[in-house]
């Protein structure tokens, strides 16, 4: 089954514990996304990439940071979490040439 | 600076009526528009786009519209079904975002659809 799948689904952390979200796709898509879900703000894109070792920073990248070394992994790093990064984060796909995305299930995530 | 807008938070429809759900934009460089359907605790899945060439496409009971000197698009829903109720989205792509890959969300709109 063609999906984009995220790990964990949920998590709770305290604040400056270093955390890594991970993003995975089997539709051999070149582009990657995360995006962060917050109330009144809709989605908002925290990275991409384009390809392998190509990534760039989008509309929220602050306090976070993302590698892209294989083509089907993203994974989303926080390496010292706030609590204004409290949030839904969804990952995201799209074949080149395309603008249709495919998200991921989302992760929870709350910092206390 | 919010470049993609949905003014309504909410709406209710009756079953079996049409729903309209409203997206604004103020970066006229957008040229490609796209609605996603959100059900709880899952992901948006993709609904139903529309490239600033055309004014209209339709998919089913979806169609979108989009009045680029307005700078205004809307989805329909004809005829509205219970699984309708979602929170939908609109995006758009292009201008200085610069890549199919980069999309603008607006807020968000919750559609519930009674019986």
């Known amino acids: 089954e063609a999906q984009v799948t995220q790990n964990p689904r949920y998590l709770i952390t305290v604040t400056g514990k270093k955390l890594t979200v991970t993003c995975s796709q089997n539709?051999?898509?070149?582009?990657m996304s995360w995006y962060r879900q917050d109330p009144g703000l809709g989605l908002r894109q925290i990275y991409y990439s384009m390809n392998v070792e190509v990534t760039d920073k989008g509309d929220v990248p602050e306090g976070y940071k993302v590698s892209r070394k294989e083509k089907r992994n993203f994974p989303l790093i926080l390496e010292s979490p706030s609590p204004n990064q409290t949030s839904l984060y969804f990952c995201?796909?799209?074949?080149?040439?395309?603008?249709?995305?495919?998200f991921g299930p989302g992760t929870r995530l709350t910092v206390t | 600076d919010q470049q993609v807008k949905q003014n309504s938070p909410s709406l209710s429809v009756q079953e079996g009526r049409i729903s309209i759900l409203n997206c604004d934009y103020t970066?006229?460089?957008?040229?490609?528009f796209l609605w996603y359907k959100k059900y709880p605790a899952e992901g948006p899945t993709f609904l139903i786009s529309i490239s600033s060439i055309k004014d209209k496409n339709e998919d089913g009971r979806f169609t979108v519209f989009l009045n680029k000197s307005a700078k205004h698009l809307s989805l329909h829903i004809v005829p509205s079904q219970p699984g309708d109720s979602a929170v939908y989205f609109c995006a758009a792509s292009g201008g200085d975002t610069g890549t199919a890959s980069k999309l603008t969300f607006g807020t968000g709109t919750r559609l519930q659809v009674t019986l």
């Open positions: 995201a796909s799209t074949p080149q040439g395309a603008y249709e995305q495919y």
């Open positions: 539709m051999n898509h070149e582009y």
């Open positions: 970066n006229s460089m957008f040229d490609y």
